[in-house]
């Protein structure tokens, strides 16, 4: 095998394979390795018995003119995958104060024409708040660019402060914070959320992947192939070389590969903290990098049904008193489980019938929790969790043939080193919450020649997969602006 690049890319995640499938088709001798059989990340799509299934549950949005479209599109691999957005794609389930019913809702993966007044019947708002409901809404839809990066330093609870809401309308926008961006609603930089709402009022949301979410991962990976690169699985970096204050390299337990440039997908900390080593930085970009704030993460479990038990392939359960702030989720640090959870159900079989055996399903239930690998009230979330499915979706147990549980520790030991206490686990990667977004997003250009990171640490933003993409396209053309810099000095 080759061992001399001009670009090696470590991570086959969303952004790391986006990132590498964009240079080897524009001409860039590029090598991606993943310690992972499978690429594809936190987003990795999984083979058990018939079912394939991501690690937890995942959609994507905007669901139209995604960055998913715009790379297929320039890698000419439309055909490989099928961007899913059905017209009945999300059920969502709301328990309004004082009632033990949910009121649901199903909404398609495209905008409608009523758009997110569409929610006023299921979150029964009286007429009288529906002209200050309206306001907001039409102010955070036309904000211009500029008017949205002036809320980087504004938490979006804060800015809804701005209107007078009805609690049940709060309790929406607080549990889409949680399952969009996986934070606390009064942590979210207000930027990036505006920003992304406003890509889901033109585009939709809950998009999938036929064949899998992950399934893009490795398309992107055999574009690769296809253009001349070369795709290095099961492969562990165990260090990036460097030499006189620039990489050359990366050292694997399958060998050393050289190149001038290495785009990380393995996130900052552990890139920095190990891969890199400490040593080659200075005081002030290392603590910069240790004070990073991760994501929350997602646990769960996984259901393996024997009958086709849902109709709707996605599903998103909140009340008053589920959506996580600060207050709630620091509680629930202390092991004080709420009553309530915000559930996020997705059923990959729904989307795309082959990714289940003939009439059964997988069901891939989750909620959110902290992104410490070690968290010490896993079992009392799974029992609250599976208590609250039960109440749901009465008789799916009975179709239950097996199930699995997941938590941070699998997430961390298949997708990101816990070089940091309490992190490892998060489910998206660092926290888009005011201080990390917006004009105070970590730079993909590390400070170290050569170096660039990619994923949703970096680069990109937006919900989950959208970012990762993002960003891979973002640092794809900043490193051929490096090269092309390169040539011209040498």
């Given at each position: ?6 670009v090696i ?28 059989a499978?690429?594809?990340?936190k987003?990795?799509t ?7 299934y ?45 009632t033990?019913?949910y009121?649901?809702?199903?909404t ?33 839809t036309?904000m ?6 002036r809320?980087?330093?504004v ?17 929406y926008?607080?549990m ?8 606390p ?9 505006i ?13 999938y ?7 893009m ?9 296809r ?7 099961k ?17 694997t ?31 002030g ?6 004070g990073?704030?991760?994501?929350l ?8 049904l024997d ?25 629930m ?28 399903q ?15 009230y ?13 109440r749901?979706?009465?008789?799916m147990?009975?179709c239950?043939e097996s ?17 940091v206490p309490g ?13 990390q977004c917006?004009?105070?997003k970590?730079s ?20 989950g997969?959208?970012q ?21 000095a040498?």
């Open positions: 095998m080759e061992t001399k690049y001009d890319v470590i991570g086959a995640g969303i952004g790391g394979a986006t990132c590498a499938a964009l240079l080897a088709r524009r001409g860039v001798k590029t090598l991606l390795v993943d310690q992972n499978i690429p594809g990340g987003a990795i999984m083979s058990k018995q018939g079912f394939r991501e690690f937890w549950p995942i959609s994507g949005g905007p669901s139209l003119n995604s960055r998913f479209a715009q790379v297929l599109e320039e890698l000419d691999m439309q055909s490989e995958v099928e961007l899913l957005t059905p017209q009945e794609a999300a059920v969502l389930m709301y328990r309004g104060a004082g033990d019913q009121k649901c809702q199903v398609p993966a495209v905008p409608t024409p009523e758009g997110p007044l569409a929610l006023v019947e299921m979150l029964a708002l009286q007429a009288e708040t529906l002209p200050e409901v309206a306001r907001m809404f039409s102010d955070i036309s211009t660019e500029d008017e949205i990066a809320l980087d330093d938490t979006f609870a804060s800015f809804l402060t701005r209107y007078e809401l009805p609690t049940p309308l709060l309790s926008l607080g889409w914070s949680n399952i969009v961006f996986v934070v609603i009064d942590l979210l930089a207000a930027s990036e959320a920003k992304t709402f406003q890509d889901f009022a033109r585009g939709g949301a809950a998009r992947h036929s064949g899998g979410f992950g399934k991962a490795e398309v992107f990976c055999h574009s690769i192939e253009d001349g690169g070369s795709v290095l699985l492969t562990r970096v165990e260090k990036v070389s460097v030499e006189n204050g620039a990489v050359t390299g990366i050292v337990d399958k060998g050393t590969f050289s190149a001038p440039i290495v785009v990380s997908n393995a996130g900052i900390q552990p890139t920095v903290l190990r891969l890199v080593g400490e040593q080659h930085f200075d005081k970009y290392l603590s910069h990098v240790k990073l704030v991760p994501s993460g997602i646990m769960g479990i996984r259901y393996f009958k086709a038990f849902f109709e709707h392939p996605m599903y998103l359960s909140f009340s008053d008193e589920a959506y996580l702030d600060t207050e709630r989720f620091l509680k640090k202390t092991g004080e489980v709420p009553d309530e959870l915000v559930v996020f159900n997705v059923v990959p079989a729904v989307y795309d019938a082959s990714l289940a055996p003939a009439g059964k997988c069901a891939l239930v989750g909620t959110l929790c902290s992104a410490d690998p070690g968290l010490p896993a079992e009392a979330l799974w029992n609250k969790l599976d208590a609250m499915v039960k749901l979706w009465p008789g147990h009975e239950v199930s699995e549980r997941y938590s941070t520790s699998h997430v961390s030991s298949l997708t990101r080193d816990a070089v992190q490892g686990g998060e489910c998206v990667g660092l926290a888009q919450i005011v201080g917006g004009k105070h970590p993909a250009r590390a400070p170290l020649g050569g170096l660039f990171y990619v994923g949703c640490d970096a680069g990109g933003y937006g919900c997969t959208h990762a993409a993002d960003s891979g396209v973002n640092v794809a053309d900043l490193v051929m602006r490096e090269r092309l810099i390169r040539a011209t040498s």
